[in-house]
């Protein structure tokens, strides 16, 4: 029996969830080293949840030094199906104001230093990842947040940076000229381990300033972020409450088939070290 069903990552100023019934730590290794900190394990509206704080309690981590596969591949150990990542991000339009939460459903990659996948070593996977965001998850966050009258907007595009500086005016403004709404330092990773390990993920942006773009702003700052930080977290945590009492218990979706049909490697000459340390992810489909 899985421990938990729903994850939950807390991003900069979202270290813990208030409420938890039955509340027990759980430290984790796994093939790919130590997720940030111990998971937090327990019930929260009837669903039981495993809670981790992204950059460790304390904020003691680098984005760059996040061990993505571990985090992931730690929530896939503990039975999770579904994940909600909350994350502080910088706004690239107007229209996106600090204190405003949004979903956006795209990402593109400008980080040079990570893994962002959990094969190699004698399996080749490709997984689809045109829609890098759970479209059902999606749907059920903007309900919820709907039911407790929260304004979000769904939808748009996340540039994640490789940090930890915060972007200069150049690159923000290249960024604008793509398109892009918000710029963040992680949620890229995740989306795309996620996929892998068929896990449906959904980022749920808080916006906390308008990067360095912004003539009539001032620049980001660490004060600045924590401001909107500490007002922020407390909405974050509504809303992931209202979530969980509206996600149903059986559900299915193609985030949960994902490698299916994505595996290239004949089954028969993966080696058998890569099978056990992917088990938990690939043994269904070998």
């Given at each position: 029996?899985?421990q938990?069903e729903?994850g939950?990552?807390g991003?900069?100023?979202?270290y813990?969830?208030?409420?938890?019934e039955e509340k027990r730590e759980?430290?984790?290794d796994?093939?790919?080293?130590?997720p940030?900190?111990?998971?937090?394990l327990?019930?929260?509206e009837g669903k039981r949840?495993?809670?981790?704080a992204?950059?460790?309690?304390g904020?003691?981590?680098?984005?760059?030094e996040?061990?993505?596969?571990?985090?992931i591949?730690?929530?896939?150990?503990?039975?999770?199906?579904?994940?909600?990542?909350a994350s502080?991000?910088?706004?690239?339009k107007?229209?996106?104001?600090?204190?405003?939460?949004v979903?956006?459903?795209?990402?593109?990659?400008?980080?040079?230093?990570?893994?962002?996948t959990?094969?190699?070593?004698?399996i080749?996977v490709h997984i689809?990842?045109?829609d890098?965001?759970c479209?059902q998850?999606?749907?059920q966050?903007?309900?919820?947040?709907g039911?407790?009258?929260?304004?979000?907007?769904?939808?748009?595009?996340y540039?994640?940076?490789?940090g930890?500086?915060f972007?200069?005016?150049?690159e923000?403004?290249?960024?604008?000229?793509?398109?892009?709404d918000?710029i963040?330092?992680?949620?890229l990773?995740e989306?795309?381990l996620a996929?892998e390990?068929?896990?449906?993920?959904?980022?749920?942006?808080?916006?906390?300033?308008?990067?360095c773009?912004?003539?009539?702003e001032e620049p980001?700052?660490v004060?600045v972020?924590l401001?909107y930080?500490?007002k922020?977290?407390?909405?974050?945590?509504?809303?992931?409450?209202e979530?969980l009492?509206?996600?149903?218990?059986?559900?299915?979706c193609?985030?949960?088939?994902a490698?299916q049909?994505?595996i290239?490697?004949?089954?028969?000459?993966?080696?058998?070290?890569?099978?056990?340390?992917?088990?938990v992810?690939?043994?269904?489909?070998?």
């Amino acid at each position: 029996m899985s421990q938990a069903e729903i994850g939950i990552i807390g991003g900069s100023g979202l270290y813990d969830i208030p409420g938890l019934e039955e509340k027990r730590e759980r430290k984790i290794d796994t093939p790919f080293g130590s997720p940030s900190d111990a998971y937090i394990l327990g019930r929260l509206e009837g669903k039981r949840v495993a809670f981790l704080a992204r950059h460790g309690r304390g904020h003691r981590i680098l984005p760059t030094e996040l061990n993505f596969r571990a985090n992931i591949y730690g929530f896939k150990m503990l039975g999770v199906k579904r994940l909600l990542s909350a994350s502080a991000v910088g706004s690239l339009k107007l229209e996106h104001k600090p204190m405003d939460f949004v979903l956006p459903d795209q990402f593109v990659d400008r980080t040079r230093q990570r893994v962002s996948t959990f094969f190699g070593e004698g399996i080749v996977v490709h997984i689809s990842f045109a829609d890098p965001i759970c479209s059902q998850l999606a749907q059920q966050v903007e309900v919820a947040a709907g039911r407790i009258t929260f304004p979000i907007k769904r939808g748009g595009s996340y540039v994640c940076i490789e940090g930890p500086a915060f972007s200069t005016r150049a690159e923000s403004e290249l960024y604008r000229s793509w398109g892009m709404d918000l710029i963040g330092m992680t949620n890229l990773q995740e989306a795309k381990l996620a996929r892998e390990a068929e896990i449906c993920y959904v980022t749920i942006a808080m916006v906390t300033d308008y990067d360095c773009w912004h003539e009539e702003e001032e620049p980001v700052t660490v004060g600045v972020l924590l401001g909107y930080l500490e007002k922020n977290s407390g909405n974050a945590q509504n809303l992931i409450k209202e979530v969980l009492k509206i996600l149903s218990d059986q559900f299915d979706c193609p985030c949960q088939h994902a490698l299916q049909d994505a595996i290239i490697t004949q089954p028969d000459v993966i080696p058998e070290t890569t099978k056990e340390k992917l088990k938990v992810v690939i043994g269904k489909y070998l």
